[in-house]
């Protein structure tokens, strides 16, 4: 049963009708999410008792960030997928995603500089964390380019499935960079010991900002999925039939 699943997800027109259908039930939750976090973090949830009203910016920056590492892992994992198994949908979802978490990383940066400004007194320190999700963002960019240098699509995948999977490793080390190296970046928060060091006030909406910037990339993977499936599919008879209907 499992394997007969895995195999219809590599059925390009069984991934468009699906991808369709699964769009809206991801979209609408997302939207209703972030509007509820956004509320409850930037107008309901108290001031820090140190950085005040400054810290609100991590409602928008935490999810970004890690949404910058889910995307990548997902990426890095599509890759290998499409590698291993020669799945032009995984390749697919790979190529879908890139751009999702480049936006998300660039975000998690911007809006880290924005900040670093008031805490640090500098936009920018060259401080493992940054430095290493700065890299990130080279490496979806880098993934991008090599995708785009290729005119034949199969070796355009296979050479940048390459450099998401070679790239993974960077993932762990953003994770991990303030618990290895003595990091200017604020330690994490939410999980400290199997326990939140923010009360429910703060916390939970910026759960639901999480759950909803994840949901926000699954409709968007989805969206883009189905475009790049009519990109690779174009000749085939059956999206023909999918345009007809």
């Known amino acids: 049963m499992a394997w ?3 195999h219809r997800l590599a059925s390009p027109p069984h991934v468009y009708r699906l991808s369709a259908r699964l769009t809206p039930w991801l979209a609408w939750p997302a939207a209703l999410l972030i509007v509820a976090g956004l509320i409850g973090g930037l107008w309901l949830a108290p001031p820090d008792y140190q950085q005040g009203d400054g810290y609100r910016i991590i409602y928008v920056h935490a999810p970004s960030a890690w949404m910058s590492l889910f995307v990548y892992t997902t990426m890095a994992v599509a ?21 999702v978490g480049a936006s998300f990383t660039f975000a998690a940066l911007v809006t880290g500089s924005l900040w670093g400004k008031p805490m640090w007194g500098t936009y920018w320190q060259w401080d493992p964390r940054l430095t290493s999700e700065l890299i990130l963002l080279f490496l979806y960019l880098g993934y991008m380019g090599l995708r785009s240098a290729f005119d034949d699509v199969q070796r355009a995948d296979r050479a940048s499935a ?46 639901i900002m999480l759950v909803g910037f994840t949901l926000f990339y699954g409709a968007v993977l989805l969206v883009r999925l189905r475009g790049e499936v009519l990109s690779r599919e174009r000749a085939a008879s059956w999206i023909r039939e999918a345009v007809r209907a």
């Open 4 to 6: 007969t699943w895995f």
């Open 79 to 99: 890759a290998g997928i499409g590698l291993i198994w020669r799945m032009k949908v995984a390749h697919a979802v790979a190529a879908a995603s890139a751009p």
């Open 162 to 207: 390459v450099l998401a999977v070679v790239g993974l490793v960077n993932v762990p080390i953003i994770h991990y960079s303030v618990v290895w190296w003595n990091s200017l970046h604020q330690a994490p928060s939410l999980m400290y010991l199997g326990k939140p060091t923010m009360p429910p006030s703060m916390y939970v909406p910026l759960l």
